[in-house]
């Protein structure tokens, strides 16, 4: 089934700078490939999602890419601000019809 | 608003005992999915309903079971529980057309002591 990998695990950043994470998958058939974003007690929330006939997406201050040779995908938040500090989780959709989620980075911005 | 409600929100029982937790997705939307969060873990997918019918499993124990009914409620059922069953339980449901997009509902917090 698929395995998906996600680095680093704690990201800091001061506000106003760039956060970049990173995931791994294993399953050349996963499709589909959202990010959550889950503040602390609360649900995860889709903020995004590429699909693997994309290369690239951007919604204002974030963005996701795909490269599916190397099967990896990367969340990038430009600008961040203290609202960004959450959990964020990045997930693989398998051709098993369910959807592997990383074990997630706690990223904290500074103000 | 995710479209999703489950109920209840909170849960306090004891090892041994069975508990049951509702997931009630927004009209039209046929898909619904089971997720279990321990304490500062990812999240695990457990199963997958569609109109009905099971239609892909995840992680999930022997001992625990679900459902979905014609009104496309569900229910997730726990039984003979553990201490390290304690966890959130979200119920995310599936936009239809195929798109996967998941919408997770608020979550069912269980803790059993």
């Known amino acids: 089934g698929e395995n998906v990998e996600q680095h680093p695990s704690t990201l800091s950043v001061q506000e106003g700078d760039s956060a970049v994470i990173k995931c791994t998958y294993s399953d050349s058939a996963s499709n589909y490939f959202p990010w959550y974003k889950q503040e602390l007690g609360k649900r995860p929330q889709l903020i995004i999602d590429?699909?693997?006939?994309?290369g690239e997406k951007k919604d204002q201050r974030i963005a996701v890419t795909l490269n599916k040779t190397a099967k990896h995908f990367s969340l990038h938040i430009t600008e961040t601000q203290p609202e960004d500090s959450a959990v964020y989780f990045c997930a693989a959709w398998d051709n098993n019809n369910d959807m592997r989620f990383g074990a997630g980075t706690r990223l904290t911005v500074k103000p | 608003d995710s479209g999703v409600t489950q109920t209840p929100k909170h849960l306090i029982t004891a090892t041994g005992q069975r508990v049951t937790l509702r997931c009630s997705p927004r009209s039209g939307d046929l898909s619904v999915y089971w997720y279990q969060q321990s304490l500062d873990q990812g999240l695990q997918f457990l199963i997958q309903y569609y109109n009905g019918e099971e239609r892909a499993k995840g992680n999930i124990l022997e001992r625990f079971s679900a459902q979905q009914f014609p009104d496309l409620h569900s229910e997730l059922n726990l039984s003979s529980l553990e201490l390290g069953d304690s966890a959130l339980y979200f119920c995310?449901?599936?936009?239809?057309?195929?798109?996967?997009?998941?919408?997770f509902g608020p979550g069912t917090r269980l803790t059993v002591l």
């Open positions: 590429i699909r693997s006939n994309v």
């Open positions: 995310a449901r599936g936009t239809s057309g195929g798109y996967n997009e998941q919408f």
